[in-house]
């Protein structure tokens, strides 16, 4: 196979079928065509040659040229490829460092394997060319709704045809039991594109709960103009949906917009999503309110929020907690979704017995620690007063403000409570060195005796063992994992310290060891602030 005049045009008209068959630039593939051609002919003359074709973009024809760079005397390392100065001048008038010397080489039969390997040549370029337009035409086209047709299944997976290339509908990615044929047409939603070394870069799904969002996008005009906005999706695929909307139009309702006439505009999407339920709430900045609406249809008695904890107790009748809670836990798990909150259900009943254990625990402490009576021990407590902190240190008002209490009975109360604090934080300080605790953790501020001693309990005893502690190591966290979340033990939780707290006290130890420099943690928290503000 030489490359004669004869074929040359035909070199140029392979080239621009391919190009317009795959959807890319012809100059791609002439390239890969000249690289191809390029190989066979280092084969023919040697690999260590510097062999360079060149093709005519209006003849066809193909130069072969072999290519020497002239370097320096002791930087030869492939004398086909490469020659010094002094050899140079036999070429050249003044040769240089960096100059090439081009000859022209005569053009090479291409045998049976090497047209094989400029074939397998000319293809990868294509693919990758092709890869890379699908890549650039599908990259802003992250997070919308896509059309496409049934092509193959592969283990499970579904590969859609979606027009200019191949997408994939992971088996994890489809509603529960659904299964499709070629030539099936299919929606998804494009959750992620990207590139890959092989296979699809458009990666779908119908799992999603951004795919029902912008399905009612599709229905509902108002969503599409901004006029209701969805702020939160939460699913269970297949099965039931929450869906929270409000509207920037005290004149349009969200929900009865959402549901259409006659439920109209809701089935459309219903019936996209395989029969999958969907309940559309008004969304509400008020995190109590918007619960209550999240957990319809059960009814809610009491709302108690930790923000803190990010957690959050629903307190419901006896007769509603089998509906608040749902089938297998999936509309409390819903709301919770929703919410982005932790949420605890009790029955009226089970919060009774709790606050009534609560009580005559607080009592009891504070029998035994202030050496009270029965009566007054629970008078505090109806006060509002949870620990011997609160007794000790609180302004002489609010315990004068309790009936049947003088000033010399509260400064009594308070020289009592600040005894036992200082002989609890003794006992904490002496455990703590008997267990090795170094001065550097004692007279770091910030930290209790008792803190200490948890520290130490957990092997933290010096401040460089602290100062590796991650903030959740300190204050608890939730973890996801496999779709649950899952409580991470805090060391010194149990004395409610957060997260931002536990932060600042690692960080200052960092810094009181030098591994921190303070002017660059002051220039963080600055950028931080300016980008909250943003």
Same mark, same amino acid.
């Given at each position: %196979?030489?490359?004669?005049? *004869? ?9 621009? $079928? ?12 002439? !390239? ?6 390029? &190989? ?31 370097? !320096? ?19 050249? $008038? ?44 599908? /990259?802003?086209? /992250?997070? =919308? ?68 969002? !912008? ?16 702020? *939160? ?23 009865? $917009?959402?549901?259409? %006439? ?70 409390? &798990?819903?709301?919770?979704?929703? +919410? ?13 017995? &709790? &606050? ?35 007794? $000790?240190?609180?302004? %002489? ?11 010399? +009975? *509260? ?39 008792? %803190? ?8 933290? /005893? ?16 939730? =973890? ?13 939780? /149990? ?40």
């Amino acid at each position: %196979m030489a490359i004669t005049s *004869a074929n040359q045009l035909e070199l140029l008209q392979t080239a621009e $079928a391919v190009a317009r068959e795959k959807m890319i630039d012809p100059a791609l593939v002439i !390239e890969a065509m000249e690289e191809s051609l390029a &190989r066979a002919a280092k084969s023919r003359y040697g690999s260590e040659m510097d062999i360079r074709v060149k093709i005519d973009r209006k003849t066809g024809r193909a130069n072969f040229t072999r290519v020497r760079t002239v370097v !320096e005397d002791d930087a030869v390392e492939n004398y086909q490829a490469q020659l010094t100065v002094a050899q140079a001048k036999q070429y050249l $008038a003044d040769p240089k460092v960096g100059d090439e010397i081009v000859d022209e080489v005569p053009p090479v039969d291409l045998g049976r394997i090497a047209a094989q390997s400029a074939k397998q040549v000319i293809l990868q370029k294509v693919r990758e060319a092709e890869r890379d337009r699908q890549f650039e035409e599908f /990259k802003d086209r /992250k997070g =919308t709704i896509i059309n496409g047709v049934v092509k193959r299944e592969e283990y499970g997976n579904i590969i859609v045809d979606i027009g200019r290339g191949e997408a994939i509908l992971r088996r994890n990615e489809k509603i529960g039991r659904e299964s499709y044929r070629p030539n099936d047409r299919i929606r998804c939603y494009i959750k992620d594109v990207r590139r890959e070394p092989r296979g699809p870069q458009v990666f779908l799904s119908r799992t999603d709960p951004q795919f029902m969002a !912008e399905l009612f996008k599709m229905e509902v005009p108002e969503i599409y103009d901004g006029i209701i906005e969805i702020k *939160a999706v939460a699913r269970d695929p297949g099965s039931r949906a929450k869906i929270g909307v409000i509207s920037y139009d005290s004149s349009i309702d969200p929900v009865g $917009a959402c549901v259409g %006439m006659r439920g109209s505009r809701v089935q459309a999407v219903v019936n996209e999503l395989q029969g999958e339920k969907i309940d559309i709430i008004p969304w509400n900045e008020d995190q109590a309110t918007f619960l209550v609406n999240a957990l319809q249809p059960a009814e809610v008695a009491k709302v108690v929020i930790d923000e803190e904890a990010g957690k959050i107790e629903v307190v419901v009748p006896d007769e509603q907690l089998s509906l608040a809670i749902g089938r297998r836990g999936q509309n409390v &798990r819903l709301a919770s979704q929703l +919410t982005g909150l932790d949420i605890d259900i009790l029955t009226e009943e089970e919060e009774s017995r &709790r &606050r009534q254990a609560e009580f005559a625990e607080r009592t009891k402490l504070f029998m035994d620690a202030l050496d009270l009576d029965e009566f007054f021990a629970q008078l505090l407590v109806s006060e509002g007063f949870t620990n011997l902190e609160e007794v $000790a240190y609180v302004d %002489m008002d609010e315990l004068l403000s309790i009936e049947g209490v003088d000033e010399a +009975t *509260a400064e009594e109360l308070q020289a009592r409570a600040r005894d036992v604090i200082e002989e609890q934080n003794r006992k904490a300080l002496e455990n703590a060195r008997a267990l090795g605790v170094e001065d550097s953790l004692v007279n770091f501020e910030g930290l209790t005796p008792q %803190m200490i001693e948890a520290l130490a309990q957990d092997g933290v /005893k010096t401040l460089e063992d602290f100062a590796t502690c991650a903030d959740w190591e300190l204050a608890g966290g939730w =973890t996801t994992v496999n779709g649950e979340r899952v409580k991470d033990e805090g060391l010194l939780e /149990k004395f409610d310290m957060s997260l931002e707290e536990a932060q600042h006290l690692v960080m200052t130890a960092r810094v009181q060891l030098g591994w921190v420099d303070p002017a660059e943690l002051e220039a963080g928290e600055e950028a931080e602030d300016e980008e909250a503000e943003a």
